[in-house]
Nanobody, 122 residues
Framework: VQLQASGGGLVQAGGSLRLSCAAS????????MGWFRQAPGKERELVAA????????YYADSVKGRFTISRDNAKNTVYLQMNSLKPEDTAVYYC????????????????WGQGTQVTVSS
């Protein structure tokens, strides 16, 4: 199984980025997909997640109204559209797959991507 995250970068506060995570080696449509982030010295936290069909979503309070998670099962890809970025969004972002349901505990997820750095300057 491989999860390949991309799309990170450096952006000014108020800007936007779209992260992508391409999956292979698993039945993508059967998995819950999540985006986590980890800033230096902090715990890894769930930012957003999306279920199998009917594609229910979860968002951390800190990103509600600014981030949107979506998935394209035909392309085995999950996306995270990030708008109105803030310096506190700076972190390494990881995609993860879970075969059961949305969980906030990162230790419960089955597969992980390599992470992509997002840096928001003030």
């Amino acid at each position: 199984v491989q999860l390949q995250a991309s799309g990170g970068g450096l952006v000014q506060a108020g800007g936007s980025l779209r992260l992508s995570c391409a999956a292979s080696g698993l039945t993508f449509s059967s998995y819950v997909m999540g985006w986590f982030r980890q800033a230096p010295g902090k715990e890894r936290e769930l930012v957003a997640a999306i279920t199998r069909y009917p594609f229910n979503t979860y968002y951390a309070d800190s990103v509600k109204g600014r981030f949107t998670i979506s998935r394209d099962n035909a392309k085995n890809t999950v996306y995270l559209q990030m708008n109105s970025l803030k310096p506190e969004d700076t972190a390494v972002y990881y995609c993860a797959a879970d075969r059961d349901y949305i969980q906030t505990d990162h230790r419960k997820y089955d597969y992980w991507g390599q992470g992509t750095q997002v840096t928001v300057s003030s």
